[in-house]
């Protein structure tokens, strides 16, 4: 049997399901969304320092299909900053040493990451928070505790728009 690359063996498996999917009489809305992130995930870049609220984001977004990449503060996101797609960016405001609106702000200069949607999620909210937030350029803005279908519907929602941008 002959051998093949990983690039190989992808493009086959994609161009199958394709094929099975299409060949089927009717194909639900649930199974096309579902094949669609299975075979083109969105990346969600994470900015958050609390270890517990890591794992708690982990835990309710990995089952949704996203990949995520996570940074505890500004130091560690340097060393995730490449050509790699990032989709949406969710941070909280209090990191340590640059503070989410500081570091949003620069986020904000950057010729690519500036296009794309930012959401902070924080339990430091209070409305010159949300506001300032807004005017540095987020996209939304949840208050910890948060209600894990208020977060998967405002990624989804923050998704669909940058998607028909």
């Known amino acids: 049997m002959k051998k093949i690359g990983t690039l190989e063996l ?17 194909v639900s809305l649930d199974q096309f969304r579902d094949l669609k992130t299975k075979m ?6 994470i900015i958050e320092d609390d270890d517990s609220m890591q794992a708690a984001l982990i835990r309710m977004l990995e089952p949704e299909g996203y990949v995520l990449r996570m940074a505890k503060d500004a130091t560690e996101l340097t060393n995730l900053l490449d050509d790699s797609q990032i989709d949406l960016i969710l941070m909280d405001v209090g990191l340590p040493w640059i503070d989410g609106f500081e570091l949003a702000e620069m986020l904000k200069q950057h010729k690519t990451l500036k296009e794309i949607p930012l959401l902070f999620v924080s ?12 005017d540095i350029g987020a996209d939304d803005f949840l208050k910890k505790p948060f209600e894990v279908a208020k977060l998967r519907k405002t990624i989804q929602a923050l998704l669909k728009i940058s998607d028909q941008n």
Do not use: H, M, N, Y
């Open 10 to 26: 992808i493009q086959k498996i994609e161009k199958l399901a394709k094929q099975r999917i299409t060949s089927e009489s009717v």
């Open 40 to 45: 083109d995930p969105k990346t969600l870049l």
């Open 123 to 134: 339990g430091q909210a209070t409305e010159a928070d949300i506001k300032k937030a807004f």
